[in-house]
């Protein structure tokens, strides 16, 4: 089969690879949407520690079913699956209490086993009977399934932060991620949405997702902005969806007294955050974290997208042939769209 491989920091090549082969256990996914995330741009130019090359990346996927194990029960050859990222061990202390995101052995598709960067994906015993894979309506594009995905992410995030009836939310961060937050805040309670970002061309390209207010940082002082919008109190929820250090510095001042604050998007290796305690301690805000998210957050990704809450189209602005791969790459990186999507197959 065709495939991606990663073999070292900023070296990726489509070449041929064996087809993975089935056992009594797994279950092949011939795949046909594989959608690229920040993660993966970042595992290309500075590696990972559970990425040992070479190694196939990508988990946004969705595909068909065509071969599986005389063991596997959940699934039938000829089913529409889309494939999440984090894959629970289903065994230990955290697993066991139903937040296997936080496995400490942390096995992910594209990680530990290899991603969905290929014309085919083995999905192992672990994987079909732990994992984030799920059937999709037949009404449902493989495009549109890949990004179940980062929607679960988000619908972890929101989930962890309670987003209440009233609240107004902050978005640090006009990115694919950033922008899904949006409509579920609103369905979740929110009355007003406010988006910043740096880019004045990221940002205008956010207004199409309907927040109430759009702040461009690198034009104005985005934190007097959000007292002015929040009355000088400040905002209920603020996420930071961004790989910028300073946006966890500037949520505590635009949080208003016991906000909830999410460090939501991950920050470089080796960055360090200086942030001023006081302000958490005489406001009292809560300060959490969110990371991937839970099997059942993909499943109720796959529901809201077959009910179009949100429509989740718009997020695709741009889709590549495999052998494209490099150039889909350099497309997210440069933020030039929303979600990118990578084509195994050409259609």
């Known amino acids: 089969m065709k495939a991606a491989v990663y073999l070292d920091k900023d070296k990726i090549e489509v070449r041929e690879v064996p087809t993975p082969t089935v056992d009594a256990d797994s279950v092949l996914v011939k795949v046909q949407s594989c959608a690229v995330c920040g993660s993966d741009i970042r595992i290309f130019h500075h590696g990972n520690s559970r990425v040992k090359p070479p190694q196939i990346l990508g988990h946004e996927a969705s595909g068909e079913i065509v071969e599986l194990g005389a063991n596997v029960t959940k699934f039938k050859k000829g089913d529409r699956v889309a494939i999440g990222a984090d894959v629970p061990c289903g065994e230990c202390v955290f697993c066991e209490a139903g937040i296997g995101n936080n496995c400490q052995i942390n096995y992910a598709m594209g990680y530990q086993f290899a991603g969905s960067f290929a014309e085919y994906v083995l ?149 360090t955050v200086t942030l001023d305690t006081n302000i958490i301690h005489y406001k009292e805000l809560f300060v959490l974290g969110a990371h991937g998210s839970l099997p059942r957050h993909h499943q109720q990704a796959i529901e809201l997208i077959a009910a179009g809450r949100p429509d989740i189209k718009p997020y695709i602005s741009h889709r590549f042939n495999l052998d494209k791969i490099q150039e889909a790459f350099e497309v997210a990186e440069g933020h030039q769209g929303m979600r990118v999507v990578v084509k195994p197959w050409g259609k």
């Open 123 to 271: 999905l192992n015993k672990t994987v079909v009977n732990y994992g984030p894979v799920h059937k999709i309506p037949d009404a449902m594009s493989y495009d549109e399934a890949a990004l179940a995905e980062p929607l679960a992410c988000v619908l972890n995030a929101v989930e962890l932060t309670n987003i209440r009836l009233g609240d107004t939310v902050v978005i640090i961060g006009a990115g694919p991620i950033g922008c899904m937050i949006i409509p579920i805040a609103y369905m979740s309670g929110a009355t007003k949405v406010i988006v910043v970002q740096r880019s004045r061309p990221r940002l205008e390209g956010a207004k199409k997702f309907g927040a109430d207010v759009y702040i461009c940082s690198s034009e104005e002082n985005a934190i007097q902005r959000v007292l002015e919008e929040t009355g000088g109190l400040g905002a209920d929820v603020i996420f930071t969806a961004n790989p910028s250090p300073q946006s966890h510095v500037d949520a505590l001042k635009m949080a208003k007294n016991r906000a909830r604050v999410n460090f939501f998007g991950g920050l470089p290796a080796g960055s």
